[in-house]
């Protein structure tokens, strides 16, 4: 089984809430279609659109995510997949991934997850090399990712390639779940009692993610999250999750 993430850029005035449903269901909907094991949709929809925080590097913007999982990355389903998202955004990249999840979410029912997803896509700095990069990024940032804010789920993706032409230069994507509360308030996204806690938390984290180089160079958005197929339910499990308009 493989993960591929596949990012859809769409300029903001087109990335409308119809446009956002559209992808959630009906888009959803074909690629469960196609037989693939696992689909997740990201949307940056009404409900997230007053986030704090949002980094963009590329023109248009990331509007959404979306995450399947099948049995090959390099498959008709992966390329069917590729052609049916690239029907309905501007642009589309996808990325064979290995995953890691240090705080798994309870995907059992195809709902619309608590909260609001924060995705973040890291490239490497030039000046350290991949084992030392990841070294830093798994081995010690994400201990302090986890101490220093209120993230409830929390997986990180390595890119292996591209499988798309021409996609960006992408070496991970991270994909967090926050409290809805997060979305605008700073003290609640990191997990602070008062001002002196917010304050070393803050300071931790900016010191941490300086290490690795998401500093600069960073895109992220703020995402409503809807599982629509999980990929290692029980089949008993599945018929659950046959509705992607849930």
Excluded at 136 to 162: L, P
Aim: proline fraction near 6%; charged fraction near 20%; aromatic fraction near 8%.
């Amino acid at each position: 089984m493989e993960k591929l993430i596949f990012v859809l850029r769409h300029a903001d005035r087109d990335a409308t809430e119809s446009w956002c449903e559209a992808l959630r269901t009906t888009v959803a909907g074909r690629l469960v279609e196609l037989g693939v094991a696992g689909v997740t949709v990201y949307v940056r929809d009404s409900v997230v659109q007053g986030a704090l925080m949002r980094y963009a590097t590329m023109d248009p913007p990331i509007a959404a995510v979306v995450t399947v999982w099948l049995e090959q990355s390099y498959g008709p389903e992966a390329t069917a997949a590729a052609g049916i998202l690239g029907e309905v955004a501007a642009a589309v990249h996808g990325y064979l991934v290995t995953e890691s999840v240090p705080l798994r979410l309870d995907d059992s029912n195809p709902v619309r997850t608590e909260g609001f997803g924060n995705l973040a896509f890291l490239r490497r700095p030039a000046e350290l090399t991949p084992q030392e990069w990841l070294r830093r990024w798994q081995g010690q940032h994400t201990i302090v990712a986890i101490e220093t804010q209120s993230t409830f789920g929390y997986t990180q993706n390595v890119v292996v390639r591209a499988v798309t032409p021409d996609a960006p230069a992408i070496d991970a994507i991270v994909e967090e779940q926050f409290p809805a509360a997060a979305l605008t308030d700073p003290m609640v996204w990191y997990g602070a009692r008062d001002a002196a806690e917010f304050q070393d938390r803050v300071g931790r984290m900016l010191a941490s993610v300086a290490r690795i180089g998401a500093d600069r160079d960073l895109d992220t958005v703020s995402v409503s999250r809807y599982p629509v197929r999980h990929p290692f339910l029980m089949p008993n499990s599945v018929a659950a999750q046959q509705n992607p308009g849930a």
